[in-house]
Each structure stands twice: as C-alpha cells, then as structure tokens.
Nanobody
Framework: QVQLVESGGGLVQAGGSLRLSCAASGRTFSSYAMGWFRQAPGKEREFVAAISWTGGSTYYADSVKGRFIISRVNAKNAVYLQMNSLKPEDTAVYYC?????????????????WGKGTLVTVSS
C-alpha cells in the first residue's frame, strides 16, 4: 500500500514558479513509477508528468514540456514537481500518483494510488 500527500499549492502570478511536493508512505515506494496529473474545473483529469522507478527517465505532456520538471528522491519517499513560467491555463488541482506499471504508459486508468490533491491558481 502507498499513501500520498501533496503540498505546495497556492496562488501565484503568471510567469511565476511553484514547487509541489508529494510525501509517500510505504516500503515499496521505489517500485512504483510516479506521476502528476491535474484537473481544472469542468475538465477531465489529465496527465502532466511521470518519472520512472529510479528517477532515470521522465516524460511530460506537451503542454508543460520545457516548463515543468519532475524529480524523485526515493530515500525520502518523495516526488516533486517544479513548475516554472506558470500560465493561467495551468490552474488546476494537482494530484500525485503512483503506478506499478511503466511511466511510459501512465494514464488515469492505470494509476494505483492517488493523493488528495493540492490547488494551484495562476492569476493573469
């Protein structure tokens, strides 16, 4: 079992930066690919970024590529999402996710565990 708790959300102006953190509990944390999803009001939950078991490989949605960076520190049971050059369209609840299968195929229907989410609001 894996429990995930996000933090770091808040209100930021367009062009600013935020770093989201996800604290995980569970001895098998390193066996999971980790990812971030987001859901804006009235929208479906969408994939943002994923990172492999060891942190050696990453994948990003086109909408955030070049602006966001996902990382993990398995010794701390933690995964992070550094968000730079934020845009109003990035406004959403961001969810940490754990997927026992490959990060390369991570999607909403493959995620095994979800965090409760943290709200990011980007003002224009």
């Amino acid at each position: 079992q894996v429990q995930l708790v996000e933090s770091g959300g808040g209100l930021v102006q367009a062009g600013g930066s935020l770093r989201l953190s996800c604290a995980a509990s569970g001895r098998t944390f390193s066996s999971y690919a980790m990812g971030w999803f987001r859901q804006a009001p009235g929208k479906e939950r969408e994939f943002v970024a994923a990172i492999s078991w060891t942190g050696g490989s990453t994948y990003y949605a086109d909408s955030v590529k070049g602006r966001f960076i996902i990382s993990r520190v398995n010794a701390k049971n933690a995964v992070y999402l550094q968000m730079n050059s934020l845009k109003p369209e990035d406004t959403a609840v961001y969810y940490c996710a754990a997927d026992r299968q490959s990060f390369q195929t991570m999607r909403v229907t493959t995620v095994d565990y979800w965090g409760k989410g943290t709200l990011v609001t980007v003002s224009s």
